[in-house]
């Protein structure tokens, strides 16, 4: 599972080769246009919406597995989401992940990540193609209430500089590649140990591991079976987005 290695065009993002990027105006929808072209862009497609208040693009890929096992590249783009604030944050602030899906940067909710797919493909058939998609909180929004907004976290407001925040897209897009070589070495464990490093939260004795088809096993103990909880149920209710807004939840 990879994206497109071909060299591309020039473009505005630092993007390394492999990517091709699809540029939309402030209200465009990453996400859902990454839905919609995915079959005919084919993989390394990188949708950016060019927004000063959000960090918001969505890339597609182009899976090898079925999509039962294929959906675990959730959690490649998660990491690589992470690891990207992580290299333009200031020292001693943690990213995190609630699972499956929110973003958690010193403690409070800066996004979070979606995955999408045919909607008509089976849990056994290879998907045409996959999208990760990612929004961040850059900015305080100016139609948000300061009352409200006060229980948000933004980049801006959190030591990033403003040139970051377009360089995050760029690392992130190093990182997935890179998220994916790693994959394809040494299998999908050390992707799931990355992610499982920054989930919160983590009782002492637990032990918690990622199942073949993306779903979260909590183990307390040896001799009994371990909980699952649900990836495809926590990616439907995309707890950290506000669909009024199309924005990360401030609360």
């Known amino acids: 599972m990879m994206v497109s290695r071909h060299a591309q065009a020039e473009q505005p993002l630092d993007l390394p080769p492999g990517y091709k990027l699809v540029s939309l105006r402030e209200y465009g929808d990453a996400f859902a246009h990454g839905c919609t072209i995915a079959a ?9 919406v060019r927004r000063y208040d959000l960090v918001e693009f969505a890339v597609v890929l182009e899976p090898d597995q079925p999509l039962t096992s294929a959906r675990r590249a959730f959690f490649a783009g998660m990491n690589a989401i992470g690891d990207a604030i ?5 020292p001693e602030r943690e990213v995190q992940f609630t699972w499956p899906d929110t973003i958690l940067f010193d403690g409070g909710v800066l996004g979070g990540g979606r995955l999408g797919w045919p909607k008509d493909c089976r849990e056994d058939e290879i998907p045409e193609w996959l999208v990760f998609g990612v929004i961040l909180r850059a900015a305080d929004m100016a139609h948000v209430e300061e009352t409200v907004a006060a229980g948000g976290v933004a980049l801006l407001n959190e030591g990033f500089e403003m040139v970051e925040t377009e360089a995050i ?4 897009a190093r990182h997935f590649m890179a998220a994916f070589d790693r994959w394809n070495e040494r299998g999908f464990e050390p992707i799931a140990r990355d992610y499982l490093e920054r989930l919160t939260p983590h009782a002492a004795g637990q032990r918690r591991g990622i199942d073949v088809n993306g779903d979260l096993l909590i183990s307390t103990s040896a001799k009994n079976p371990p909980e699952r909880d649900s990836l495809l149920d926590g990616l439907a209710k995309l707890a950290w987005y506000d669909p009024e807004y199309r924005a990360p939840k401030l609360g």
């Open 169 to 172: 897209v760029g690392s992130f």
């Open 40 to 48: 005919e862009a084919g993989a390394g497609t990188l949708v950016w």
């Open 86 to 90: 992580a290299v333009h944050c200031p």
